[in-house]
RNA sequence: GUGGCCGUAGCUCAGCUGGUAGAGCAUCAGUUUGUGGUACUGAGGGUCGCGGGUUCGAAACCCGUCGGUCACCCCA
């Protein structure tokens, strides 16, 4: 074991996984930017305040933020989540509304890492801030979709609710909250502990002792106001329209204190129950007025990278792209033919490797396999004294000659001074 | 934060009831003194996570610790 690692909950991606990554982001931004979404770039560290106005209840608030005073006496966080960060962006720049963006980066915090849960995970996210239309909410919750889809993901589900409008909420929480403490007894002692902090969250026990507790609470659709009960009922006929397929789950209450009327999830459904929501979000009219801006709706989703990638590789969709170059260059004359070709390819737009140290041919030519590159170039001392090169394509037939030994192939000897316009073309 | 399981070469792992470490893959080289993908041969590479204890002797047993993983919790 070497002296030092990478800390608990954070870790390195390497190639080939980290170009994964890079994709991921770009596809991401394709669907978003298709729909008018701007990417908004945003600061990992923020006024602690920022964070706190999320809610108290939370345990990202609560237990998980990394938080340090820096050098100047500011309490700072580092962000444990984005959308606190693009409303207090919002309130600083008072951009026109509706305010389309989308983001990507890493945030922190401070859990006992698992599997698909790291300290510092990234996720990639929308936020539309400024527009109270339910269509907004079908838009969002179908470009998720249409993200998980252009990923090649089908075994992804759809979870929708909504929580109501504030005073909905609060009436139901009150009556959610009698109701458990009317039945304490039968409640885990865990679910007594979150009833204090936020009766809603005990819907979300995965104890089965609280299962039969928890089916027969009050269900928030009877605490609707006329409003709520319309705003859902456009959300869930936009989304049929759009035949999107979504499950009605009113036991979906999602994790942060800011969420009012839609909340959704998207869950997939290769993945351990524990962590099988790839990401979800909802409408949080609210925020940013308690950020000090005025009274705007705002809704939003954010999807995790790693756990998204994890259920790209149980359906086999989403593979690392190949870093495959196109041309690898073998010089077996000391190195600086190599440097001078690999250069010159580059400067006409073809991708070129080569092997260093002045290796054997055979293990330069290994070298080149393993390159995946379609051509090798090969330059030994008879080449540079003739003024040519030897093309050789990697992926053809492997030849034999009459003798049985291996042929050269459909290798061919170009000029020298024809290389560079010979490879252009043949890769092309 | 609580609990279960795990921690041996770069990777995946074997190592029986304690006698100072092995395989496959990968890497490098050779068989082929100018040609890859196959095959064969060989080489390098490990304070057995770390610290303490028991023992004549510990990778193996005990305790602690660190890390991973799974469940709870939380959440993406």
């Not at 390497?14 to 931004?29: K, M, T, Y």
């Not at 500011?74 to 962000?79: E, N, P, Q």
């Not at 204090?196 to 979300?204: A, G, H, S, T, W």
Request: net charge negative; glycine share 10%; with cysteine.
């Amino acid at each position: 074991m070497p002296e030092f690692q990478t800390s608990p909950g954070m870790r390195d991606i390497l190639p080939p996984e980290s170009a994964r990554w890079r994709r991921f982001v770009d596809v991401f931004a394709q669907v978003v930017e298709g729909a008018g979404y701007g990417q908004v770039i945003s600061p990992l560290l923020e006024d602690l305040g920022v964070f706190q106005r999320i809610g108290d209840a939370t345990d990202v608030v609560t237990k998980e933020m990394y938080d340090f005073v820096d050098k100047g006496g500011r309490h700072i966080a580092l962000r444990p989540e984005l959308t606190a960060s693009v409303c207090r962006a919002f309130v600083q720049h008072r951009p026109a509304t509706p305010w389309k963006v989308w983001y990507t980066g890493s945030q922190f915090r401070y859990e006992k890492p698992q599997r698909g849960r790291y300290r510092q995970f990234d996720q990639v996210g929308i936020e539309v801030l400024g527009a109270d239309d339910p269509n907004l909410d079908v838009e969002i919750i179908a470009l998720g979709w249409e993200f998980y889809r252009a990923l090649g993901l089908q075994k992804v589900r759809l979870l929708l609710n909504s929580l109501g409008e504030p005073a909905d909420r609060a009436a139901y929480v009150d009556a959610l909250k009698a109701y458990f403490e009317a039945n304490l007894d039968a409640l885990s002692d865990e679910s007594k502990i979150t009833l204090q902090k936020n009766p809603l969250r005990v819907l979300d026990s995965k104890r089965p002792q609280d299962a039969a507790l928890v089916a027969g609470a009050p269900k928030i659709a009877q605490f609707y106001s006329e409003g709520a009960a319309a705003h859902f009922a456009a959300v869930q006929a936009g989304l049929t329209s759009l035949g999107i397929p979504f499950t009605v789950d009113t036991k979906l209450v999602r994790g942060l204190d800011y969420y009012r009327h839609t909340t959704f999830e998207y869950q997939g459904l290769t993945l351990d129950s524990a962590q099988n929501a790839l990401g979800g979000g909802g409408r949080y009219d609210g925020l940013v007025e308690s950020l000090g801006g005025p009274a705007t709706a705002g809704i939003g989703f954010a999807l995790g990278l790693d756990r998204t990638l994890l259920a790209c590789d149980d359906e086999g969709v989403f593979a690392p792209p190949a870093t495959d170059v196109s041309v690898f260059v073998v010089d077996t004359t000391g190195g600086a033919e190599a440097l001078a070709i690999t250069t010159a390819l580059r400067a006409v737009g073809v991708s070129a490797d080569r092997a260093y140290e002045n290796r054997s041919m055979k293990s330069q030519m290994k070298a080149a396999d393993r390159s995946g590159a379609a051509y090798a170039v090969i330059i030994g001392s008879n080449e540079v004294e003739a003024g040519v090169a030897v093309v050789r394509p990697l992926r053809a037939e492997r030849t034999v000659n009459p003798d049985g030994t291996d042929g050269d192939g459909t290798q061919s000897t170009v000029p020298r001074s024809d290389l560079i316009d010979h490879l252009k073309k043949a890769i092309s």
